[in-house]
Protein backbone atom coordinates (compact mmCIF):
# COMPACT_ATOMS: atom_id res chain seq x y z
CA UNK A 1 0.00 0.00 0.00
CA UNK A 2 0.99 3.78 -1.04
CA UNK A 3 2.27 5.75 2.24
CA UNK A 4 0.31 8.78 1.00
CA UNK A 5 -3.01 8.00 -1.73
CA UNK A 6 -4.93 10.51 -3.43
CA UNK A 7 -7.19 11.20 -5.90
CA UNK A 8 -5.73 12.55 -8.96
CA UNK A 9 -8.89 13.92 -10.26
CA UNK A 10 -9.07 15.77 -12.55
CA UNK A 11 -11.77 17.89 -10.66
CA UNK A 12 -13.93 20.68 -13.24
CA UNK A 13 -15.32 22.71 -11.44
CA UNK A 14 -16.99 26.12 -11.94
CA UNK A 15 -15.47 29.35 -10.58
CA UNK A 16 -17.49 29.98 -6.87
CA UNK A 17 -17.84 26.50 -6.26
CA UNK A 18 -17.09 24.33 -3.31
CA UNK A 19 -14.75 21.51 -3.45
CA UNK A 20 -13.05 18.93 -1.36
CA UNK A 21 -9.95 16.59 -1.77
CA UNK A 22 -9.28 13.18 0.77
CA UNK A 23 -5.80 12.15 1.36
CA UNK A 24 -5.57 8.74 3.24
CA UNK A 25 -2.20 7.81 4.82
CA UNK A 26 -0.50 4.37 6.01
CA UNK A 27 2.39 5.26 8.32
CA UNK A 28 0.32 6.00 11.72
CA UNK A 29 3.31 7.25 12.89
CA UNK A 30 3.34 9.81 11.04
CA UNK A 31 3.08 13.55 13.49
CA UNK A 32 2.38 15.97 11.07
CA UNK A 33 0.71 16.67 7.12
CA UNK A 34 0.66 19.20 4.98
CA UNK A 35 -1.02 20.39 1.53
CA UNK A 36 1.29 21.85 -1.04
CA UNK A 37 0.30 23.49 -4.44
CA UNK A 38 2.12 22.92 -7.44
CA UNK A 39 1.59 24.92 -10.79
CA UNK A 40 2.60 23.18 -13.83
CA UNK A 41 6.70 22.44 -14.27
CA UNK A 42 6.41 24.82 -10.24
CA UNK A 43 7.88 23.71 -7.27
CA UNK A 44 5.72 23.01 -4.73
CA UNK A 45 4.65 25.68 -2.44
CA UNK A 46 3.00 24.65 1.25
CA UNK A 47 -0.53 25.84 0.80
CA UNK A 48 -1.61 24.91 5.14
CA UNK A 49 -0.20 22.56 7.86
CA UNK A 50 -2.97 20.52 8.95
CA UNK A 51 -2.79 19.64 12.61
CA UNK A 52 -4.52 17.56 14.73
CA UNK A 53 -7.34 19.86 15.41
CA UNK A 54 -7.11 21.13 11.65
CA UNK A 55 -6.73 24.25 10.35
CA UNK A 56 -8.32 26.86 8.36
CA UNK A 57 -6.75 30.15 6.36
CA UNK A 58 -9.61 32.14 4.31
CA UNK A 59 -11.43 29.87 1.98
CA UNK A 60 -8.76 27.25 2.65
CA UNK A 61 -9.82 24.66 5.44
CA UNK A 62 -7.72 21.10 5.86
CA UNK A 63 -8.75 18.58 8.45
CA UNK A 64 -6.57 15.73 10.13
CA UNK A 65 -8.81 12.24 10.83
CA UNK A 66 -6.55 10.17 12.70
CA UNK A 67 -8.59 7.33 12.98
CA UNK A 68 -9.38 7.45 9.66
CA UNK A 69 -5.92 7.90 8.68
CA UNK A 70 -7.25 10.60 6.27
CA UNK A 71 -6.80 14.37 5.70
CA UNK A 72 -8.93 16.61 3.59
CA UNK A 73 -8.91 20.40 2.11
CA UNK A 74 -12.16 22.06 1.59
CA UNK A 75 -11.54 25.41 -0.92
CA UNK A 76 -14.84 27.46 -0.80
CA UNK A 77 -15.84 29.80 -3.39
CA UNK A 78 -13.29 28.73 -5.91
CA UNK A 79 -11.40 30.98 -8.06
CA UNK A 80 -9.75 30.29 -11.45
CA UNK A 81 -6.66 31.05 -9.78
CA UNK A 82 -6.79 28.40 -7.68
CA UNK A 83 -6.25 26.02 -10.96
CA UNK A 84 -3.44 23.75 -9.60
CA UNK A 85 -2.13 20.08 -8.47
CA UNK A 86 -2.88 19.92 -4.92
CA UNK A 87 -0.07 17.43 -3.01
CA UNK A 88 -1.00 16.16 0.18
CA UNK A 89 2.43 15.34 2.61
CA UNK A 90 3.12 13.57 5.31
CA UNK A 91 6.48 13.76 7.35
CA UNK A 92 7.80 10.32 8.06
CA UNK A 93 11.27 10.94 10.32
CA UNK A 94 13.15 13.52 8.70
CA UNK A 95 11.00 13.53 5.21
CA UNK A 96 7.98 14.20 3.51
CA UNK A 97 5.89 11.98 1.49
CA UNK A 98 3.97 12.82 -0.93
CA UNK A 99 1.16 11.76 -2.75
CA UNK A 100 0.19 11.63 -6.26
CA UNK A 101 -1.32 15.33 -6.30
CA UNK A 102 -4.79 15.85 -7.05
CA UNK A 103 -5.49 18.13 -10.20
CA UNK A 104 -7.97 21.31 -9.59
CA UNK A 105 -9.42 23.03 -12.79
CA UNK A 106 -11.57 25.58 -11.72
CA UNK A 107 -13.42 27.00 -15.30
CA UNK A 108 -15.40 30.82 -15.69
CA UNK B 1 10.49 36.45 1.64
CA UNK B 2 13.36 33.99 1.83
CA UNK B 3 14.16 31.23 -0.44
CA UNK B 4 15.58 28.39 -1.72
CA UNK B 5 18.24 29.07 -4.85
CA UNK B 6 18.71 26.72 -7.24
CA UNK B 7 21.38 26.51 -9.84
CA UNK B 8 21.30 25.80 -13.11
CA UNK B 9 17.57 26.26 -13.86
CA UNK B 10 18.57 23.58 -16.85
CA UNK B 11 20.91 21.15 -17.32
CA UNK B 12 21.63 19.51 -20.10
CA UNK B 13 24.00 16.39 -20.05
CA UNK B 14 25.31 12.88 -22.17
CA UNK B 15 24.43 9.43 -20.89
CA UNK B 16 27.46 8.75 -18.58
CA UNK B 17 28.24 12.46 -17.64
CA UNK B 18 28.65 13.63 -14.06
CA UNK B 19 26.64 16.74 -13.12
CA UNK B 20 26.11 18.79 -9.55
CA UNK B 21 23.17 20.67 -8.88
CA UNK B 22 23.43 23.11 -6.51
CA UNK B 23 21.16 24.88 -3.82
CA UNK B 24 21.66 27.88 -1.58
CA UNK B 25 19.29 26.45 1.47
CA UNK B 26 17.60 29.14 3.44
CA UNK B 27 19.80 30.78 5.78
CA UNK B 28 18.65 29.55 9.46
CA UNK B 29 17.24 26.33 8.14
CA UNK B 30 19.09 23.15 9.93
CA UNK B 31 17.13 20.71 7.40
CA UNK B 32 17.92 19.98 3.57
CA UNK B 33 16.60 17.64 1.39
CA UNK B 34 16.60 17.04 -2.40
CA UNK B 35 13.39 15.48 -4.15
CA UNK B 36 12.52 14.20 -7.30
CA UNK B 37 10.23 14.52 -10.06
CA UNK B 38 10.09 13.16 -13.23
CA UNK B 39 7.90 14.61 -15.64
CA UNK B 40 4.31 13.51 -15.55
CA UNK B 41 4.91 11.69 -12.02
CA UNK B 42 4.85 12.59 -8.40
CA UNK B 43 7.33 14.42 -6.10
CA UNK B 44 10.28 11.32 -4.67
CA UNK B 45 11.97 11.93 -1.47
CA UNK B 46 15.71 11.57 -2.46
CA UNK B 47 17.79 12.21 0.83
CA UNK B 48 17.39 14.52 3.74
CA UNK B 49 20.57 16.45 5.46
CA UNK B 50 20.66 17.76 9.00
CA UNK B 51 24.00 18.27 11.02
CA UNK B 52 26.24 17.64 8.32
CA UNK B 53 25.19 14.30 7.52
CA UNK B 54 22.32 12.27 5.78
CA UNK B 55 19.75 11.91 7.97
CA UNK B 56 17.92 9.21 5.32
CA UNK B 57 18.14 8.32 2.15
CA UNK B 58 15.50 6.85 -0.18
CA UNK B 59 16.01 3.26 -1.94
CA UNK B 60 16.92 5.98 -5.07
CA UNK B 61 19.48 6.92 -3.65
CA UNK B 62 22.20 4.86 -4.51
CA UNK B 63 26.08 4.91 -4.90
CA UNK B 64 25.43 7.16 -7.98
CA UNK B 65 24.30 9.85 -5.90
CA UNK B 66 26.09 12.06 -3.34
CA UNK B 67 25.32 15.40 -1.46
CA UNK B 68 27.52 18.01 0.01
CA UNK B 69 27.47 21.34 2.15
CA UNK B 70 31.18 22.02 0.67
CA UNK B 71 30.96 25.57 2.62
CA UNK B 72 28.02 27.29 4.92
CA UNK B 73 25.76 28.00 2.34
CA UNK B 74 25.89 25.20 -1.05
CA UNK B 75 24.02 22.06 -0.99
CA UNK B 76 24.80 20.10 -3.82
CA UNK B 77 23.63 16.90 -5.13
CA UNK B 78 26.01 15.00 -7.34
CA UNK B 79 24.92 12.38 -9.97
CA UNK B 80 27.54 9.96 -11.35
CA UNK B 81 27.41 8.76 -15.01
CA UNK B 82 24.11 10.16 -15.80
CA UNK B 83 21.60 7.46 -17.36
CA UNK B 84 18.31 8.49 -19.34
CA UNK B 85 15.93 7.55 -16.67
CA UNK B 86 17.42 10.35 -14.38
CA UNK B 87 15.82 12.74 -16.81
CA UNK B 88 13.27 14.83 -14.08
CA UNK B 89 13.09 18.10 -12.04
CA UNK B 90 15.14 18.02 -8.98
CA UNK B 91 13.86 19.99 -6.15
CA UNK B 92 16.35 21.05 -3.23
CA UNK B 93 14.33 22.04 0.11
CA UNK B 94 15.07 23.24 3.64
CA UNK B 95 13.20 23.31 6.97
CA UNK B 96 13.31 24.86 10.26
CA UNK B 97 11.24 21.40 11.13
CA UNK B 98 9.60 19.12 8.66
CA UNK B 99 7.46 21.50 6.31
CA UNK B 100 10.12 22.58 3.64
CA UNK B 101 10.16 25.74 1.54
CA UNK B 102 11.03 24.28 -2.22
CA UNK B 103 13.42 26.06 -4.51
CA UNK B 104 12.07 26.46 -7.85
CA UNK B 105 14.27 22.94 -9.56
CA UNK B 106 16.83 22.32 -11.77
CA UNK B 107 15.23 20.32 -14.58
CA UNK B 108 17.43 17.68 -15.73
CA UNK B 109 18.08 16.05 -19.06
CA UNK B 110 19.87 13.06 -20.06
CA UNK B 111 20.54 12.58 -23.76
Known amino acids: RKEVEQDPGPFNVPEGATVAFNCTYSNSASQSFFWYRQDCRKEPKLLMSVYSSGNEDGRFTAQLNRASQYISLLIRDSKLSDSATYLCGGDSSYKLIFGSGTRLLVRP | EPEVTQTPSHQVTQMGQEVILRCVPI?????FYWYRQILGQKVEFLVS????????KSEIFDDQFSVERPDGSNFTLKIRSTKLEDSAMYFCASSEKVAGTFGSGTRLTVV
Open chain 2, 49 to 56: FYNNEISE
Open chain 2, 27 to 31: SNHLY
